[in-house]
């Protein structure tokens, strides 16, 4: 193995080590993983397309995504401003504030794609 792919499997290990670290400290990201088991099993139920799953896919991932993401920028501010500082918290609103966008989309597209089939 030469360098560049020992950095590689370093690089990837270490992603995992932080998904591992959400998955287990973040409730939010938990309660997206279960909505995503449960639109995965209708969709598997209902049938989709493959355009469709394309579609769920992207935003069951960009929710999660995003949760990371709102995840990270939470502890950095929590790290650089231990203390109550108002800026920090408008700064963690607005991170969450991402997800909430990321997940009424995903409803939104939930709702075209599964709606006309469940009722």
């Known amino acids: 193995m030469n360098f560049k792919t020992g950095r590689l ?31 995965i099993a209708t969709g598997i139920v ?20 995003m949760e990371v993401i709102n995840t990270a920028i939470e502890k950095l501010v929590d790290f650089v401003s231990p203390g109550f500082h ?6 963690k609103d607005i991170s969450a504030a991402a997800v909430l966008l990321t997940a009424v989309a995903a409803v939104i597209v939930g709702l075209i794609i599964f709606l006309p089939r469940l009722t």
Do not use: D, Y
């Open 46 to 65: 209902v049938r989709l397309n493959a355009i469709e799953w394309c579609m769920i896919i992207a935003v069951i991932f960009l929710v999660l995504a």
């Open 86 to 91: 108002v800026q920090a918290g408008v700064v």
């Open 9 to 39: 499997f370093k690089s990837f290990g270490n992603a995992f080590k932080g998904l591992i670290n959400v998955i287990g400290t973040e409730p939010n990201f938990r309660i997206h993983l279960v909505a995503a088991c449960l639109v």
